[in-house]
């Protein structure tokens, strides 16, 4: 089993930047993918952004691409997400997730465990 636990999130206005830190208990943290994903009210989980578990590569959504940085400190079993320039539409509960394998990329399928999310609200 592995317990994901994510941190950081809150209430911000529009242009700060924000760190979220998802901290991973169980099994070995260093082999497997890590992403975030995001979900606002009345939408789909969508994916923010993953890094493969040697940090090498990252992939990130369109929407964040330039604002978001992900990366990955193995020694701490810790993932973050860079949030800059925050918009209000970046509004959302920021979930992270422990993939299948060393490298995911988008789709919720391929992440086998959940944490269970830090609101993220951003005022405009």
């Known amino acids: 089993q592995v317990q994901l636990e994510e941190s950081g999130g809150r209430l911000v206005q529009a242009g700060v930047s924000l760190r979220l830190s998802c901290a991973a208990s169980?099994?070995?943290?260093?082999?497997?993918?890590m992403a975030w994903f995001r979900q606002a009210p009345g939408k789909e989980r969508e994916f923010v952004a993953s890094?493969?578990?040697?940090?090498?590569?990252?992939s990130v959504a369109d929407s964040v691409k330039g604002r978001f940085t992900i990366s990955r400190d193995n020694a701490k079993n810790t993932v973050y997400l860079q949030m800059n320039s925050l918009k209000p539409e970046d509004t959302a509960v920021y979930y992270c997730?422990?993939?299948?394998?060393?490298?995911?990329?988008?789709?919720?399928?391929?992440?086998?465990?959940w944490g269970q999310g830090t609101q993220v609200t951003v005022s405009s």
């Open positions: 997730a422990q993939g299948r394998s060393g490298w995911e990329t988008d789709a919720t399928y391929n992440y086998e465990y």
């Open positions: 169980g099994r070995t943290f260093a082999g497997y993918a």
């Open positions: 890094v493969s578990w040697n940090s090498r590569l990252t």
